[in-house]
């Protein structure tokens, strides 16, 4: 891990500025899996049936609502999730995306 990667969310409001390329690049190595794409970092699961997805779903709003921070979430089929972080208060990547990218890769699958 980084040693600037941050460790928990903070408030943003308007006006604050996005992650720069570089940093976004660095810690998206501290993310495996993640796609760092532009303004968003996105996860893609395939949970093997429509319960384990929705129970995936479940833990990770719950993650999401421990750091006031959520995801835009999106079940296809029966049990695809892919996950899209982004800090719509400023339109693009901030550390919080960060920050709950790795408590949802604490919670496994």
Known sequence: MHDDFPTRCAPLPKGTPTLD???A???AADVPGWELDGATLSLTKTLGDFRAALAWIARVGEVAEEHDHHPDIHLTGYDHVR???STHSIGGL???DFVVARAIDRLGD
């Open 21 to 23: 390329t570089e940093t």
């Open 25 to 27: 690049r660095r810690w």
């Open 94 to 96: 901030s550390a919080n």
């Open 83 to 85: 996950l899209v972080l």
